[in-house]
């Protein structure tokens, strides 16, 4: 099992920047995809960015892509998720997400472990 803590969001204006992390616990990190979601007030929770367990493969959801950065450090069972260009519709709750399959992917049924999110406002 793996438990997973968000830590990192805040308050931005629109065009700052915020990094996000996601540390895991345990020792199994490097055997899992892991993925970042999003969840804004009254919407449900979409897509953001994945990557695989060996950080060859990265996925990011059109809204994000060439703004929003995932990357990973296996030795720190740790992963991130670089924002930049932040605009207030990226506003949401950011919750990173664990997976056992073999690829990463968009939808979060290939996730198994979730965490409790961290808030993310930005303010135009």
């Known amino acids: 099992q793996v438990q997973l803590v968000e830590s990192g969001g805040g308050l931005v204006q629109a065009g700052g920047s915020l990094r996000l992390s996601c540390a895991a616990s345990?020792?199994?990190?490097?055997?899992?995809?892991m993925g970042w979601f999003r969840q804004a007030p009254g919407k449900e929770r979409e897509f953001v960015a994945a990557?695989?367990?060996?950080?060859?493969?990265?996925l990011h959801s059109d809204s994000v892509k060439g703004r929003f950065t995932i990357s990973r450090d296996n030795a720190k069972n740790t992963v991130y998720l670089q924002m930049d260009s932040l605009k207030p519709e990226d506003t949401a709750v950011y919750y990173c997400a664990a997976g056992s399959g073999p690829i990463p992917g968009t939808y979060r049924g290939r996730y198994d472990y979730w965490g409790q999110g961290t808030q993310v406002t930005v303010s135009s």
């Open positions: 990557i695989s367990r060996n950080p060859g493969i990265t």
């Open positions: 345990g020792r199994t990190f490097n055997t899992y995809n």
